[in-house]
């Protein structure tokens, strides 16, 4: 197999079908207080791509939801979320909604609920498309025209306003976009935040005062086919950091060695200081064309002082891991846990994620569960078991493909011991493809 064909092997290739099934069966027993959707979203191509020219971040997005409610699983559905050329090809008419600057992609890296709709995100321009509860597309977005340019793949829900904030980037802008999305769904705030060049910019955090953007060495590059971005250590790395409600002039920029983060698990103020805790890669795209090739990816901590133009850098956690979260009801918050993706291979194509990693960040120790050979876990999810249970007080969500059975299982762990056995196994009708990003939907009370 070679390396730009790795990404179609394997539980990396795509499933062919659209499947709807219902009374999914449950090994051990489902919380009553899981009532929602466990959505979770990735690449997927629905025509065969030619391997040698195939990059993994731009395969058709699919999305996957398993319902839960009452203690049962009530359906499992998988849909291809729907631009021009999916619907073609499958008979269908154009989904309504403006295509921003000519970027009709289908959004693969992200699902989420907000203001009462499901939302399926990417990056780089293009619009978000809006699901239906049940998954299947609407429309492309621009809420309700309040949506300039393009989205982001990884707004932070700050817990206490109910707002979204997003940093989006566009190659055709020559400068970020910093939007706060309303509890309404409705954009409220757009400032331009000036970069000296066309970065890629996946994600960004904020504390429950302050942005924070990470402007690093990933830039826009035709000549890098197929995917248009590439390792650029002359160009800089820099951390910003802007009051809310403060213009995105004011943005304090703190220079800092090369290096990039797709994913921060969580930052919050302490005094005049930002820390904000991510996972660091060394390098990426500097090898291999087909995915995120780079170096091993760790968790850090980077103690980040405006006035004094400083960062304070300090390693966490030395274990090569991915596709960290935290209990979304302390984002921009101080934390005391967080949870990760350990990769057996130590290699940040992702390749091999086998271990669920907890880190208590207060202790200084961590728990690892490692799933039996030959099987392969995505990001796992926490939820509460109440609104007002304690940081660890619920339950892990993650999907996990076995080999042997050449399908997937919807796991359900105790936060507080994810070495336990399982409190449930939800088996699915067919497997989930190694993918991105997963979130969990509760229903309205």
């Given at each position: 197999?070679?390396?730009?064909?790795?990404?179609?092997?394997?539980?990396?290739?795509?499933?062919?079908?659209?499947?709807?099934?219902?009374?999914?069966?449950?090994?051990?027993?489902?919380?009553?207080?899981?009532?929602?959707?466990?959505?979770?979203?990735?690449?997927?191509?629905?025509?065969?791509?030619?391997?040698?020219?195939?990059?993994?971040f731009?395969?058709?997005?699919?999305?996957?939801?398993?319902?839960?409610?009452?203690?049962?699983?009530e359906w499992?559905?998988?849909?291809?979320v729907?631009?021009?050329?999916?619907?073609?090809?499958?008979?269908?008419?154009?989904?309504?909604g403006?295509?921003?600057?000519?970027?009709?992609?289908?959004?693969?890296?992200?699902?989420?609920?907000?203001?009462?709709?499901?939302?399926?995100?990417?990056?780089?321009?293009?619009?978000?498309?809006?699901?239906?509860?049940?998954?299947?597309?609407?429309?492309?977005?621009?809420?309700?025209?309040?949506?300039?340019?393009?989205?982001?793949a990884?707004?932070?829900?700050?817990?206490?306003?109910?707002?979204?904030?997003a940093?989006?980037?566009?190659w055709?802008?020559?400068?970020l976009?910093?939007l706060?999305?309303?509890?309404?769904?409705l954009?409220?705030?757009?400032?331009?935040?000036?970069?000296?060049?066309?970065?890629?910019?996946?994600?960004?955090?904020?504390?429950?005062?302050?942005?924070v953007?990470y402007?690093?060495?990933?830039?826009?590059?035709?000549?890098?086919?197929?995917?248009?971005?590439?390792?650029?250590?002359?160009?800089?790395?820099?951390?910003?950091?802007?009051?809310?409600?403060?213009?995105?002039?004011?943005?304090?920029?703190?220079?800092?060695?090369?290096?990039?983060?797709?994913?921060?698990?969580?930052?919050?103020d302490?005094?005049?200081?930002?820390?904000?805790?991510?996972?660091?890669?060394?390098?990426?795209?500097?090898?291999?064309?087909?995915?995120?090739?780079?170096?091993?990816?760790?968790?850090?901590?980077?103690?980040?002082?405006?006035?004094?133009?400083?960062?304070?850098?300090?390693?966490l956690d030395?274990?090569p891991?991915?596709?960290?979260?935290?209990?979304e009801?302390?984002?921009?918050?101080?934390?005391?846990?967080?949870w990760?993706?350990?990769?057996?291979?130590?290699?940040?194509?992702?390749?091999?994620?086998?271990?669920?990693?907890?880190?208590?960040?207060?202790?200084?120790?961590?728990?690892?569960?490692?799933?039996?050979?030959?099987?392969?876990?995505?990001?796992?999810?926490?939820?509460?078991?109440?609104?007002?249970?304690?940081?660890?007080?619920?339950?892990v969500?993650?999907?996990?493909?076995?080999?042997?059975?050449?399908?997937?299982?919807?796991?359900v762990?105790?936060?507080?011991?994810?070495?336990?056995?399982?409190?449930?196994t939800?088996?699915?009708?067919?497997?989930v493809?190694?993918?991105?990003?997963?979130?969990?939907?509760?229903?309205?009370?």
């Open positions: 197999m070679t390396e730009t064909s790795v990404y179609l092997a394997g539980n990396f290739a795509p499933v062919a079908e659209e499947v709807t099934a219902t009374n999914l069966p449950v090994r051990g027993r489902l919380p009553e207080e899981l009532s929602g959707r466990y959505l979770r979203i990735g690449p997927n191509p629905l025509v065969p791509p030619d391997p040698a020219a195939y990059h993994w731009l395969g058709d997005g699919m999305v996957h939801g398993i319902r839960l409610r009452a203690g049962k699983a499992y559905r998988n849909r291809w729907r631009n021009q050329a999916i619907a073609e090809a499958r008979g269908e008419p154009d989904p309504p403006e295509v921003h600057g000519g970027m009709d992609f289908s959004a693969n890296t992200n699902v989420i609920g907000h203001g009462g709709r499901t939302l399926a995100l990417v990056e780089a321009g293009a619009r978000p498309i809006e699901l239906s509860w049940d998954l299947e597309t609407v429309r492309r977005s621009d809420f309700q025209g309040t949506l300039p340019n393009g989205f982001t990884h707004p932070k829900l700050d817990p206490v306003t109910g707002e979204l904030h940093c989006a980037y566009y055709g802008l020559p400068h976009q910093y706060v999305v309303g509890t309404d769904g954009v409220v705030s757009n400032e331009a935040i000036p970069v000296p060049g066309s970065p890629m910019v996946h994600d960004m955090s904020i504390t429950g005062t302050r942005a953007f402007d690093q060495p990933v830039t826009f590059d035709l000549s890098s086919a197929p995917f248009p971005y590439s390792w650029n250590p002359d160009y800089g790395n820099r951390i910003g950091v802007l009051p809310f409600g403060a213009p995105g002039s004011e943005v304090v920029w703190v220079e800092m060695e090369p290096s990039y983060v797709f994913h921060p698990l969580n930052a919050y302490e005094g005049e200081t930002v820390v904000v805790d991510v996972v660091r890669h060394d390098r990426i795209f500097d090898r291999g064309a087909a995915g995120p090739y780079g170096s091993n990816p760790a968790l850090w901590r980077w103690t980040i002082d405006p006035a004094a133009g400083k960062v304070h850098t300090e390693q030395d274990r891991s991915e596709f960290p979260r935290v209990d009801r302390v984002v921009g918050r101080r934390h005391r846990y967080g990760s993706v350990g990769l057996a291979a130590g290699d940040s194509s992702l390749y091999g994620a086998d271990t669920l990693l907890k880190h208590d960040l207060v202790a200084g120790t961590s728990q690892a569960r490692t799933f039996p050979a030959g099987v392969g876990i995505g990001e796992a999810v926490f939820v509460p078991r109440s609104p007002i249970s304690a940081e660890d007080d619920g339950w969500l993650l999907l996990a493909y076995d080999a042997a059975r050449d399908t997937s299982d919807l796991f762990l105790d936060a507080a011991d994810v070495t336990a056995e399982p409190v449930a939800v088996e699915l009708p067919q497997r493809p190694e993918g991105f990003h997963g979130n969990w939907v509760a229903d309205a009370p």
